[in-house]
DNA sequence: ACGCTAACTGACCGATCGGTCAAATCCTGA
DNA sequence: TCAGGATTTGACCGATCGGTCAGTTAGCGT
């Protein structure tokens, strides 16, 4: 582990529990074991550190992007685009969870900006939507990061592990999809 | 409008776009045409202005705690709380849009942690819940408050009418949540 | 051993923020 | 008209934050 990926870490970590505004440099330096100085040397500012830690996710999604066809497709080639897209989200939760909530509030940062343009294709990828269609897809895209965000900030809480996660958030997911109008 | 009440909307609507930590008190007495000190003169803190902000939504989500029980009835039944509850969060989208993006960053803020436990308390109302249960649930949860996020966000964007929203919104809410296990 | 560069640090700066306070202004009832 | 509380305001304070900078330390090729 090189520093600079330390810090990386460290920074997508302090980002999502207590939000971008909510953490301060020296809070990142303290959880890496650096000074606040030695942060500003890695990355050139917070807002830097902010988008080293978001676009690897950002990249993977936009690399998933074309297959968002799929969803119209058959089930099959659904539930294998899903599988794709809840492992994503899974990879990168906290990167995930940091877009939810917090996209809103920093859409003045570029990375930001980047992801919601993404995200907004994705939704907007099929033709011909009804509002049915769009209400489904809302609720399926933020309940299961919000269904994410809530398992990662389960403290003490029992949280299902894993792969009972992932099995069951395809299902469901796949069960709010199933009846989008096709193409 | 009294003065009071202008400075709780406009901060209600300040914390919901800027975010709590990103809005400063100077901001909100500028959407209200007010100084800065006028606003700490009604609330004596920005704590308590976002206390004031977010209680009427918490009373009213704790009102109709006690009619969870619903969601494991019958068809009828369960129709009858989502309706109630799609209205609520379509009256107090802003109060809920704050609570799903920032009650983890402001767990340390005593309303948010109010809301936190009301929300717990509503997701393990049921007994006995499998792993399914607990992901529809939060999906539907997350998904509908991220859905009323977003369209109360379009800027220019053309968004659903509430009416056409709210029906399909309880009518997909009804199908994810129907095939929870009956207590 | 030397020199060079990358890595790191403490001290410091300007800006912003939440909050205080004394004074000014407004409003209302007698 | 006027007394007195309610309301509003500008000036100010201490704290914190993001970022800069000069200087120190560590590692490494020769």
Same mark, same amino acid.
């Not at 939000?19 to 890496?32: E, H, P």
């Given at each position: 582990?090189?520093?600079?990926?330390?810090?990386?870490?460290?920074?997508?970590? *302090?980002?999502?529990?207590?939000?971008?505004?909510?953490?301060?440099? /020296?809070?990142? #330096?303290?959880?890496? +074991?650096?000074? $606040?100085?030695?942060?500003?040397?890695?990355?050139?500012? $917070? *807002?830097?550190?902010?988008?080293?830690?978001?676009?690897?996710?950002?990249?993977?999604? %936009?690399?998933?992007?074309?297959?968002?066809?799929? @969803?119209? +497709?058959?089930?099959?080639?659904?539930?294998?685009?899903?599988?794709?897209?809840?492992?994503?989200?899974?990879?990168?939760?906290?990167? #995930?969870?940091?877009?939810?909530?917090?996209? %809103? #509030? @920093?859409?003045?940062?570029?990375?930001?900006?980047?992801?919601?343009?993404?995200?907004?294709?994705?939704?907007?990828?099929?033709?011909?939507?009804?509002? &049915?269609? /769009?209400?489904?897809?809302?609720?399926?895209?933020?309940?299961?990061?919000?269904?994410?965000? /809530?398992? %990662?900030?389960? %403290?003490?809480?029992?949280?299902? &592990?894993?792969? /009972?996660?992932?099995?069951? @958030?395809?299902?469901? @997911? +796949?069960?709010?999809?199933?009846?989008?109008?096709?193409?």
């Amino acid at each position: 582990m090189t520093t600079a990926s330390e810090l990386r870490d460290a920074a997508l970590r *302090e980002f999502a529990s207590a939000g971008y505004l909510g953490t301060s440099i /020296q809070a990142i #330096a303290d959880r890496a +074991g650096v000074s $606040k100085a030695s942060v500003l040397y890695h990355y050139t500012s $917070k *807002e830097a550190l902010l988008d080293a830690a978001l676009s690897p996710a950002i990249e993977q999604i %936009g690399a998933i992007l074309p297959r968002t066809v799929q @969803l119209s +497709g058959t089930d099959e080639e659904r539930r294998d685009f899903l599988v794709r897209f809840v492992d994503l989200l899974l990879e990168h939760r906290l990167a #995930a969870q940091i877009f939810i909530t917090q996209s %809103g #509030a @920093l859409i003045d940062v570029p990375v930001v900006a980047r992801a919601q343009v993404l995200i907004r294709e994705i939704a907007e990828a099929r033709p011909q939507q009804t509002v &049915d269609d /769009q209400v489904r897809f809302a609720v399926a895209l933020g309940g299961a990061a919000y269904l994410l965000a /809530q398992a %990662g900030s389960y %403290g003490v809480q029992a949280a299902p &592990d894993d792969t /009972q996660l992932r099995d069951s @958030l395809i299902r469901i @997911l +796949g069960e709010l999809l199933a009846s989008v109008t096709p193409a």
